[in-house]
């Protein structure tokens, strides 16, 4: 298919299926503020410090033994709250010691995040269904010490955004910064930094073109929550 056939092949939007009340309106009205509520509850019991405007489809799961920020109308889509990596749900694990931040009006979608030592997703960043983060190699790389858990594992800070795109399905490994708009194609295993204003795709991740900074005072999202589709 060559690039005019895919500017002529349109997806309906407006025609919808009757099961399409319980993914959209349905839960819009009722889902939605249910689970987010709940996922409020569950944070904030786990110590989390949660901003306003939290929305969250489906159930998250989480272990939090760090410290986990949550910032200004965040959504979060879980299971199949986003059929992109719906078998998994969303899901959040700080060991002791390790800090997460997710900042204001970032989106996110089944996405594992592990963090041993620190993760930063900053704000307005979108982050695609399936998606990895792990700051930690999460056992020792010699053998014997990997058997008895012995000694070091490698761990180290990673930085997304702000307003980031990350594709379906990308890893991010550990002491990766992924810089102010740069764009991450789906599938791919990021293990190098990403400049801004970049994209950049593949296993492992490799540029593939230089992104045009946005005009000045241009705003990329609302500054709330009621526009904009989830990732
Ligand atoms: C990264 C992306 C935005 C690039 O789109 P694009 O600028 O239109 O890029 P093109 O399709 O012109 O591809 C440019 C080159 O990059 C390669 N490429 C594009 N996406 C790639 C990917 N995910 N992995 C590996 N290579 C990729 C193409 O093969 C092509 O290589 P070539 O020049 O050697 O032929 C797009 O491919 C993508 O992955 N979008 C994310 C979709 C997604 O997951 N959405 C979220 C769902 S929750």
């Given at each position: 298919?060559?690039?005019?056939?895919?500017?002529?092949?349109?997806?309906?939007?407006?025609?919808r299926?009757?099961?399409?009340?319980?993914?959209?309106?349905f839960?819009?009205?009722?889902?939605?503020?249910?689970?987010?509520?709940?996922?409020?509850?569950?944070?904030?019991?786990?110590?989390a410090?949660?901003?306003r405007?939290?929305?969250?489809?489906?159930?998250?799961?989480?272990?939090?033994?760090?410290?986990?920020?949550?910032g200004?109308?965040?959504?979060?889509r879980?299971?199949?709250?986003?059929?992109?990596?719906?078998?998994?749900?969303?899901?959040?694990?700080?060991?002791?010691?390790?800090?997460?931040?997710?900042?204001?009006?970032?989106?996110?979608?089944?996405?594992?995040?592990?963090?041993?030592?620190e993760?930063?997703?900053?704000?307005?960043?979108?982050?695609?269904?399936?998606?990895?983060?792990?700051?930690?190699?999460?056992?020792?790389?010699?053998?014997?010490?990997?058997?008895?858990?012995?000694?070091?594992?490698?761990?180290?800070?990673?930085?997304?955004?702000?307003?980031?795109?990350?594709?379906?399905?990308?890893?991010?490994?550990?002491?990766?910064?992924?810089?102010?708009?740069?764009?991450?194609?789906?599938?791919?295993?990021?293990?190098?930094?990403?400049?801004?204003?970049?994209?950049?795709?593949?296993?492992?991740?490799?540029?593939?073109?230089?992104?045009?900074?946005?005009?000045?005072?241009?705003?990329?999202?609302?500054?709330?929550?009621?526009?904009?589709?989830g990732?």
């Amino acid at each position: 298919m060559n690039r005019s056939d895919a500017t002529e092949c349109s997806v309906p939007t407006r025609r919808r299926h009757p099961l399409d009340l319980f993914t959209s309106g349905f839960a819009g009205l009722v889902v939605r503020p249910v689970s987010s509520a709940y996922a409020r509850l569950l944070l904030c019991l786990w110590g989390a410090r949660v901003g306003r405007g939290l929305q969250v489809m489906g159930r998250i799961r989480m272990r939090l033994l760090g410290t986990l920020t949550v910032g200004d109308w965040v959504h979060i889509r879980s299971g199949y709250a986003n059929y992109v990596g719906g078998h998994q749900p969303m899901a959040i694990w700080i060991c002791s010691g390790g800090h997460v931040t997710i900042g204001d009006r970032c989106r996110l979608s089944n996405t594992t995040v592990v963090c041993k030592a620190e993760v930063a997703i900053l704000p307005e960043t979108l982050i695609g269904g399936g998606s990895r983060i792990y700051d930690t190699d999460f056992h020792q790389l010699d053998p014997l010490d990997r058997l008895s858990n012995t000694g070091p594992v490698a761990s180290a800070p990673i930085r997304i955004g702000p307003r980031a795109f990350l594709g379906g399905h990308v890893t991010v490994l550990k002491g990766v910064t992924i810089g102010e708009g740069a764009v991450i194609g789906a599938g791919s295993i990021v293990t190098r930094d990403v400049p801004a204003f970049e994209v950049w795709a593949g296993v492992p991740a490799r540029l593939i073109r230089v992104l045009p900074p946005p005009s000045s005072g241009r705003t990329l999202l609302q500054n709330d929550s009621a526009s904009g589709q989830g990732v």
